[in-house]
């Protein structure tokens, strides 16, 4: 039976240029979507642009800008770029839209309603020189857990959230002063209240799970869950919807992460479908939440909470699909340093294709992994264009053949290709996409091999029936590669089938292809680089 699967990819900040670490750490979400789409699955892939907080805030003061203004600009940027590297979302969104803002507010009411949002008067970091509250990420301070100088919203190097009495030793990143104390009236989520049921979710889905969501999930767990803040002083971001806080806006971890709820809503409203399908208990469905290891809780805690406290029976994530990081020559990407390239630089270099290819079979799953120029053309010019572009352009583009011939299909060959569907599924379900990378690569290798043994260029002179036979062999392999790739290089996949007048991919083992297709304007799939 079919399952309805929500994929949600994280929202980035719409405030700077993504880089290939950022492309590294979400393309899991459309491998994902892609492999279930194929399977047959009703699956909504969702996203957008985070447009509020105080990043974005931060930079439109420095600049004298309008935060919507910086915001629009990068969400622009960011669909021009997910388009430019095939993410096949159903519904990317953003933040700064009336849908959105409208659903979240009453997402929060909901939780005030319910008693699990409540007021607070507290100390709260000030800038007397500046006049204002400052955010955690508008203060610069020794983390005390590893002694690295961070900002305060999240260590960049332990992972630590410093607390608020640990921000009250750090300084303005503004103007430098020290922090001072200010008393404010706040909104608290009780997220303490839901520590057992958390607990008690979290050992039953995480045997999925890669082990740094394990590990920092349990972590916070251990800690026992703290109440967080949801509201902040600042100007920009979705309105508080209790009485009293007109002056403030919701914190921005509440308004995102709450987005896959409400793109699914949206997407739902305009089609024949149900979110409730999708986001409710006993409807044969599973959540993953596809990020960088820096958003674990959020997706892990935070947003399971936000579902729990509506007490309406939701269904909580079930996975959590969390990437270590990619280096850039052995350096973290640094836009200030010069170290790295943005997501759309890299386009404009290299085939789309190869760096899908390329991100997913050395991603960075179980630990750090390392992009460099030298290497990237290697695996481009070995792999991608001397095993499977060879092997479709020695087969389709063979000297002397006009059209696909009638021919015979190794058995051997069919079962290997029925093996590769079972086992890269099974790799991907696994959350172990290099794995399942290297797993279709070795068709290619078998079929090269094939070929290879068979000597066509022979055959088509001594044995014409043997020569048929292989290159209907190869030709059957091809179009299993069309299916099997489409995760990975979906451009690439999207032209074979034309080739091969396949209508759409599935997870589905082809058995034949119709002989007599004209091969007259067959182009290789890849150049050298």
């Given at each position: 039976?079919n399952?309805?699967?929500?994929?949600?990819?994280?929202?980035p900040?719409a405030?700077?240029?993504?880089?290939?670490?950022?492309?590294?750490?979400?393309?899991?979400?459309?491998?994902?979507?892609?492999?279930?789409?194929?399977?047959?699955?009703?699956?909504?892939?969702?996203?957008?642009?985070?447009?509020?907080?105080?990043?974005?805030?931060?930079?439109?003061?420095?600049?004298?800008?309008?935060?919507?203004?910086?915001?629009?600009?990068?969400?622009?940027?960011?669909?021009?770029?997910?388009?430019?590297?095939?993410?096949?979302?159903?519904?990317?969104?953003?933040?700064?839209?009336?849908?959105?803002?409208?659903?979240?507010?009453?997402?929060?009411?909901?939780?005030?309603?319910?008693?699990?949002?409540?007021?607070?008067?507290?100390?709260?970091?000030?800038?007397?020189?500046?006049?204002?509250?400052?955010?955690?990420?508008?203060?610069?301070?020794?983390?005390?857990?590893?002694?690295?100088?961070?900002?305060?919203?999240?260590?960049?190097?332990?992972?630590?959230?410093?607390?608020?009495?640990?921000?009250?030793?750090?300084?303005?990143?503004?103007?430098?002063?020290?922090?001072s104390?200010?008393?404010?009236?706040?909104?608290?989520?009780?997220?303490?209240k839901?520590?057992?049921?958390?607990?008690?979710?979290?050992?039953?889905?995480?045997?999925?799970?890669?082990?740094n969501?394990?590990?920092?999930?349990?972590?916070?767990?251990?800690?026992?869950?703290?109440?967080?803040?949801?509201?902040?002083?600042?100007?920009?971001?979705?309105?508080?919807?209790?009485?009293?806080?007109?002056?403030?806006?919701?914190?921005?971890?509440?308004?995102?992460?709450?987005?896959?709820?409400?793109?699914?809503?949206?997407?739902?409203?305009?089609?024949?479908?149900?979110?409730?399908?999708?986001?409710?208990?006993?409807?044969?469905?599973?959540?993953?939440?596809?990020?960088?290891?820096?958003?674990?809780?959020?997706?892990?805690?935070?947003?399971?909470?936000?579902?729990?406290?509506?007490?309406?029976?939701?269904?909580?994530?079930?996975?959590?699909?969390?990437?270590?990081?990619?280096?850039?020559?052995?350096?973290?990407?640094?836009?200030?340093?010069?170290?790295?390239?943005?997501?759309?630089?890299?386009?404009?270099?290299?085939?789309?294709?190869?760096?899908?290819?390329?991100?997913?079979?050395?991603?960075?799953?179980?630990?750090?992994?390392?992009?460099?120029?030298?290497?990237?053309?290697?695996?481009?010019?070995?792999?991608?264009?001397?095993?499977?572009?060879?092997?479709?352009?020695?087969?389709?583009?063979?000297?002397?053949?006009?059209?696909?011939?009638?021919?015979?299909?190794?058995?051997e060959?069919?079962?290997?290709?029925?093996?590769?569907?079972?086992?890269?599924?099974?790799?991907?379900?696994?959350?172990?996409?290099?794995e399942?990378?290297?797993?279709?690569?070795?068709?290619?290798?078998?079929?090269?091999?094939?070929?290879?043994?068979?000597?066509?260029?022979?055959?088509?002179?001594?044995?014409?029936?043997?020569?048929?036979?292989?290159?209907?062999?190869?030709?059957?392999?091809?179009?299993?590669?069309?299916?099997?790739?489409?995760?990975?290089?979906?451009?690439?996949?999207?032209?074979?089938?034309?080739?091969?007048?396949?209508?759409?991919?599935?997870?589905?083992?082809?058995d034949?292809?119709?002989?007599?297709?004209?091969?007259?304007?067959?182009?290789?799939l890849?150049?050298?680089?």
């Open positions: 039976m399952k309805n699967i929500i994929i949600g990819g994280a929202w900040y405030n700077s240029s993504l880089h290939l670490g950022h492309i590294a750490g979400l393309i899991s979400g459309d491998v994902l979507a892609r492999y279930y789409r194929l399977k047959g699955n009703n699956v909504l892939y969702v996203s957008g642009s985070d447009c509020h907080g105080t990043p974005i805030t931060e930079r439109a003061r420095k600049e004298g800008r309008n935060p919507r203004d910086i915001s629009n600009h990068y969400d622009e940027e960011f669909r021009k770029m997910f388009d430019g590297y095939n993410f096949s979302y159903d519904l990317f969104s953003k933040t700064d839209n009336d849908y959105h803002k409208k659903k979240v507010q009453e997402i929060v009411r909901k939780l005030y309603d319910n008693g699990y949002i409540y007021e607070k008067i507290e100390k709260e970091p000030y800038c007397d020189k500046c006049n204002r509250f400052l955010s955690d990420r508008e203060i610069l301070l020794e983390c005390p857990e590893c002694g690295v100088e961070t900002k305060g919203d999240q260590c960049d190097s332990c992972l630590h959230v410093p607390t608020t009495d640990e921000l009250m030793h750090g300084n303005c990143i503004e103007c430098g002063s020290k922090i104390e200010r008393e404010n009236k706040v909104l608290y989520l009780a997220l303490s839901f520590q057992k049921q958390i607990e008690e979710h979290t050992l039953k889905v995480n045997n999925e799970w890669r082990i969501a394990k590990n920092e999930t349990a972590k916070y767990l251990k800690q026992g869950l703290v109440d967080r803040a949801i509201t902040r002083n600042l100007d920009w971001g979705v309105d508080v919807p209790i009485e009293g806080y007109e002056d403030k806006k919701l914190y921005v971890w509440i308004d995102a992460v709450l987005g896959y709820l409400t793109d699914t809503m949206y997407l739902c409203e305009n089609s024949e479908k149900s979110w409730e399908e999708f986001w409710k208990e006993g409807k044969n469905n599973k959540i993953y939440m596809c990020h960088g290891k820096d958003n674990i809780v959020f997706h892990s805690i935070i947003l399971n909470a936000l579902l729990l406290g509506q007490e309406e029976n939701y269904h909580l994530v079930d996975t959590i699909v969390s990437a270590e990081y990619l280096n850039y020559n052995d350096q973290k990407f640094s836009k200030s340093k010069g170290v790295g390239m943005t997501a759309l630089e890299a386009l404009d270099i290299y085939d789309s294709d190869s760096l899908r290819y390329y991100l997913i079979s050395n991603g960075p799953e179980k630990k750090d992994t390392n992009f460099s120029s030298d290497e990237f053309v290697a695996v481009h010019n070995n792999e991608i264009l001397n095993k499977f572009g060879n092997l479709v352009n020695r087969t389709l583009k063979f000297k002397g053949l006009e059209e696909i011939p009638e021919g015979n299909l190794d058995k060959i069919l079962e290997e290709i029925k093996s590769t569907y079972e086992k890269s599924g099974e790799l991907i379900e696994k959350l172990e996409f290099r399942a990378c290297r797993e279709i690569m070795k068709l290619v290798e078998t079929a090269n091999r094939y070929y290879d043994s068979k000597e066509p260029w022979k055959q088509k002179k001594e044995n014409i029936e043997g020569f048929n036979d292989t290159i209907y062999t190869c030709t059957v392999i091809i179009a299993n590669l069309s299916n099997l790739f489409e995760i990975i290089m979906p451009k690439s996949c999207l032209k074979l089938r034309k080739y091969l007048d396949i209508k759409n991919a599935s997870w589905n083992v082809i034949k292809v119709k002989p007599g297709i004209n091969l007259d304007d067959i182009e290789p890849f150049n050298r680089i």
